[in-house]
Antibody
Framework: QVQLQESGPGLVKPSETLSLTCAVSGVSIRSYYWLWIRQAPGKGLEYIGYIYYSGSTSYHPSLNSRVTMSVDTSKNQVSLKLRSVTAADTAVYYC????????????WGQGTTVRVSS | EIVMTQSPATLSVSPGERATLSCRASQSVRSNLAWYQQKPGQAPRLLIHDASTRATGVPDRFSASGSGTEFTLTISSLQSEDFAVYYCQQYNKWPPYTFGQGTKLEIK
């Protein structure tokens, strides 16, 4: 059974860096794209970006200057860093899987809530 | 960036009835469209990919159609567990993938 588990601090101070990890179990991260999606309180879904195990990435243009995604194949996990956060970055952050040849995110983590506040 | 517009924002339907949700893209996304269901406090669940293909385990009361800029998700006979928020998402042109703002399907 494929499972994704996000983890990281639930509270981040403004101007600091949000760091999250998505641990993948039940499947090798080499076989899929791995995405980060976020959802602000009461709002819709927002694409942050994706990473492939090779390190290839694609980020939302509006976040491109602040986002870094990385992959650790030895730990079968992917990570997200978002720099210079503000209150607008408060959201539930999800990691999700996308198959290489079929669109749509077919497996999601449960999400982790991050609040930006001093 | 491709803008996805869903309508209506809220749809009130009685259990057992049919629900039809719409999604429009600001430019053609061909058939590169997915539908998701999200219940309160839960992650989204993939229902449909490639505009009309049900994901694994999705009941056949869920069907979808469309291509280009106009898409529809139909739930043929609403069950209690179907009341949720539904999102469409295009993956034809990125970055970024873009989502519609969601349609809340509520019990009438």
């Amino acid at each position: 059974q494929v499972q994704l588990q996000e983890s990281g601090p639930g509270l981040v101070k403004p101007s600091e860096t949000l760091s999250l990890t998505c641990a993948v179990s039940g499947v090798s991260i080499r076989s899929y794209y791995w995405l980060w999606i976020r959802q602000a309180p009461g709002k819709g879904l927002e694409y942050i970006g994706y990473i492939y195990y090779s390190g290839s990435t694609s980020y939302h243009p509006s976040l491109n200057s602040r986002v870094t995604m990385s992959v650790d194949t030895s730990k079968n996990q992917v990570s997200l860093k978002l720099r210079s956060v503000t209150a607008a970055d408060t959201a539930v952050y999800y990691c999700a899987r996308e198959r290489l040849t079929v669109g749509g995110m077919d497996v999601w983590g449960q999400g982790t809530t991050v609040r930006v506040s001093s | 960036e491709i803008v996805m517009t869903q309508s209506p924002a809220t749809l009130s339907v009685s259990p057992g009835e049919r629900a039809t949700l719409s999604c429009r893209a600001s430019q053609s996304v061909r058939s590169n469209l997915a539908w998701y269901q999200q219940k309160p406090g839960q992650a989204p669940r993939l229902l449909i990919h490639d505009a009309s293909t049900r994901a694994t385990g999705v009941p056949d009361r869920f069907s979808a159609s469309g291509s280009g800029t106009e898409f529809t998700l139909t739930i043929s006979s609403l069950q209690s567990e179907d009341f949720a928020v539904y999102y469409c998402q295009q993956y034809n042109k990125w970055p970024p993938y873009t989502f519609g703002q969601g349609t809340k399907l509520e019990i009438k």
